[in-house]
């Protein structure tokens, strides 16, 4: 059984490894037998440090430059982020009937998206090197994403108040886009294996569908949309207490 410190640093080299587009499972094998070296280490009572020589960073780092990059994951993986993150940002104006694009938005989309993945890049490489806990992960997560998301609201509003749009979707296209979207959530949780692709979404875009489809005020649905990104938050919060008590107590 591994110390709290040795789960985390394993932790953390999965995700730096990952997020350096290494080959999936080298790091399962590379994983499993450092687990094994630190189970004998700590039954001697030597740690971390006493394996690696070094600092978790440096071992990070030297082990990044020695395994190849999996640029066949890459071309496998990428485009599925791309996918998700266009998803999140049209589904909320084609359930509104609203969407509408511009040629400005044509050439900044790709160049903000890259822009995003590169932010979304150093962060997670930066707290595997760092050995981030799971509330400080959430709490910088947040910060990165925040700043997505300003990019990609800077571009949608500027683009829309000087540019006037050269499309604008019929109400058959708005519903397809909304199809399109959500089976790319759904896509997206079954080659993740997790649910979160889809309940975020479902909890972001409830107002959309108020307005769309309701009479209630536009005051009463911007409060709903505060309770329902307070509600994401506690959903999220949870999540991570939840992981941290099913972590090993530290020997």
Request: glycine share 4%; hydrophobic share 50%.
């Amino acid at each position: 059984m591994l110390s709290a410190k040795s789960e985390r640093f394993i932790e953390s080299l999965r995700l730096y490894l990952v997020t350096s587009g290494k080959n999936q499972s080298e790091i399962n094998d590379l994983i499993e037998e450092l687990k094994d070296h630190l189970i004998e280490s700590e039954k001697h009572g030597r740690n971390i440090e006493d394996i690696i020589e070094g600092t978790p960073a440096e071992y990070m780092a030297s082990l990044k430059s020695e395994m190849k990059t999996d640029y066949k994951s890459l071309v496998k993986n990428l485009p599925i982020f791309f996918l998700g993150l266009i998803a999140y940002l049209t589904m909320g104006t084609a359930i509104r009937g609203e969407f509408e694009i511009n040629i400005v938005q044509v050439i900044g989309f790709p160049v903000v998206s890259v822009v995003s993945l590169v932010i979304y890049i150093v962060f997670l490489q930066r707290a595997g090197q760092s050995q981030y806990s799971n509330k400080k992960l959430f709490l910088v997560g947040m910060l990165a994403s925040g700043s997505v998301m300003v990019l990609f609201i800077l571009l949608m509003v500027f683009s829309g108040i000087f540019i006037d749009p050269f499309y604008k979707g019929s109400t058959l296209v708005n519903w397809i886009i909304v199809a399109i979207c959500s089976f790319i959530f759904v896509f997206s949780a079954l080659w993740s294996k997790a649910w979160f692709p889809i309940w975020i979404p479902a909890i972001l875009f409830i107002p959309d569908f108020l307005s769309r489809f309701s009479n209630i005020k536009e005051t009463t649905i911007l409060v709903i949309s505060f309770v329902s990104f307070i509600l994401l938050f506690i959903l999220i919060i949870l999540s991570i207490l939840v992981t941290e008590r099913k972590k090993p107590k530290a020997t």
